[in-house]
């Protein structure tokens, strides 16, 4: 009973980790150490979304959450005999954030660069010159945002799109916070009737679970679980549009270079993963390594413009000059370092030896349909990666209905809180202050009768593809 009741705990707090498998664990499910590092977690989840309030930045209580977690976990570890485990366990969830913190800043400096370049900026007049209201801006950039992150994943959509909302709506918090939640939502359910919108779905996809057209099938549930949200938040839009722009942008030298080899990274890493079968990541660095190569060139002609404007008016002009190290170092390095936290917190709990206990309560007891939409609930709390992970080292017996359903709430039922999915955390950096987890947390109701209506939809339309298991 006391094995139970933890387990239910930490399905409550910490679900992906509940479900994660880590290689060498040790059984500390019912240890001091185990249940110290739940608390020590959950103690720090709640500094996460009482920033609004304290001020205190997200990375700070999870960085220091798993700090003194895996020193618990390593006492407790080397007493049991366990030392050597505790070591590979660590290496093994760095590995993890390795591979996502070079993908995101990758993702992040391409965002940087173009936004330094003035394109955003240039978009933004563009729409303030077209007369839209803030209600036709919410409902442009949420279809964008849907229709962009099966192409480019979701999380790269999210920030694009984040930077024309900032950009737009800078004299209106309140479209900024919905619009968003807005972006949050539309590009989390785009991502998921993708075989390359989302991290989740490039996994399943490369198992061979699915087939490439069958992720399809998921369009109109995904469609829906952005349409039902957006319908009920248009009515809280303010009225009016933005304030008239005056004067123009111009756009930087290399602009449109810049968002070409952003395309091809994009489809670098989706190649490097699906052909080459190697992780995303080495394809966002190759193509940052283009950007670069690009920044050079770009370096050595405003050197060369700088010397003629010197040589024929005694003092340089703007010539466009332009850093890539710049917009490296301008990641929001506060959403970085989070997910570091919450990984190496998430490995750390996982380590303690609770998949067993939850895997049968799971799929055993519940059933395919109950643990499939909890699957989606528990990525409200964490980010959907390692719950799909997690399900796929479980290999539950499954027919491809359940398959598709499983894709569909781990992808879009990280849109509950701003804190579940990785689209959702980096816009909460970005928008710092405007998007916050509370401004997220009072349309939860909302976003979760869309996730209700898109698995209704789902279980109707695609009932071909259930054979009962």
């Not at 330094?116 to 007369?131: I, S, V």
């Not at 099966?150 to 999380?155: A, K, Q, R, V």
């Amino acid at each position: 009973m006391p094995q139970r009741a933890a387990i239910i705990v930490l399905l409550l707090l910490t679900p992906a980790l509940a479900l994660a498998a880590t290689p060498g664990a040790v059984d500390l499910t019912a240890h001091w150490a185990g249940y110290a590092a739940m608390a020590i977690f959950a103690l720090a989840y709640v500094f996460v979304v009482a920033e609004e309030f304290t001020g205190l930045r997200k990375s700070q209580p999870v960085m220091l959450a798993a700090g003194a977690i895996w020193a618990l976990l390593a006492i407790a570890a080397t007493g049991l005999g366990h030392g050597e485990s505790v070591h590979e366990a660590v290496r093994e969830y760095l590995l993890e954030f390795g591979e996502l913190l070079l993908f995101l800043l990758a993702a992040m400096t391409y965002v940087n660069a173009m936004s330094e370049r003035n394109l955003f900026e240039a978009l933004r007049l563009q729409l303030l010159r077209r007369g839209f209201g803030y209600r036709q801006l919410f409902w442009i950039t949420g279809t964008l945002a849907f229709f962009l992150s099966p192409i480019i994943d979701n999380l790269t959509t999210a920030l694009v799109m984040c930077a024309v909302v900032l950009a737009v709506g800078r004299d209106s918090p309140k479209f900024v916070a919905l619009a968003c939640i807005n972006i949050v939502v539309a590009a989390n359910a785009g991502g998921a009737f993708s075989p390359f919108g989302d991290i989740t779905t490039l996994m399943v996809w490369q198992r061979g679970i699915v087939g490439f057209w069958t992720f399809f099938a998921l369009f109109l549930p995904s469609l829906v679980n952005w349409l039902v949200p957006a319908a009920l938040m248009h009515f809280a839009l303010p009225g009016g549009q933005p304030a008239a722009s005056q004067g123009s942008v111009r756009l930087k030298r290399g602009a449109w270079v810049i968002v070409g080899l952003f395309v091809v990274t994009i489809f670098l890493a989706v190649s490097f993963h699906n052909f080459l079968h190697l992780q995303p990541f080495m394809g966002m660095m190759t193509g940052l390594a283009l950007l670069k190569l690009y920044g050079w060139h770009l370096t050595r002609v405003a050197r060369g413009l700088q010397a003629d404007e010197f040589a024929r008016e005694g003092a340089p002009g703007d010539v466009d000059a332009f850093d890539s190290y710049e917009q490296v170092a301008r990641a929001e390095w506060d959403t970085l370092l989070f997910f570091f936290g919450v990984i190496m917190c998430v490995g750390a709990l996982g380590y303690c030896g609770y998949l067993a206990l939850a895997s049968q309560w799971f799929y055993g007891d519940l059933g395919p349909t109950k643990a499939n939409i909890l699957v989606g609930l528990a990525s409200s709390i964490l980010d959907n990666i390692p719950m799909m992970v997690a399900v796929l080292q479980m290999q539950p017996q499954m027919d491809t209905g359940q398959w598709l359903l499983v894709t569909l709430t781990a992808g879009v039922g990280g849109s509950l809180l701003s804190i579940g999915s990785a689209a959702g955390v980096a816009l909460m950096g970005q928008a710092h202050g405007q998007y916050t987890f509370f401004s997220h947390l009072r349309w939860t109701w909302a976003i979760a009768l869309g996730y209700a209506a898109s698995i209704a939809v789902h279980l109707l339309l695609n009932a071909r593809y259930f054979t009962g298991g």
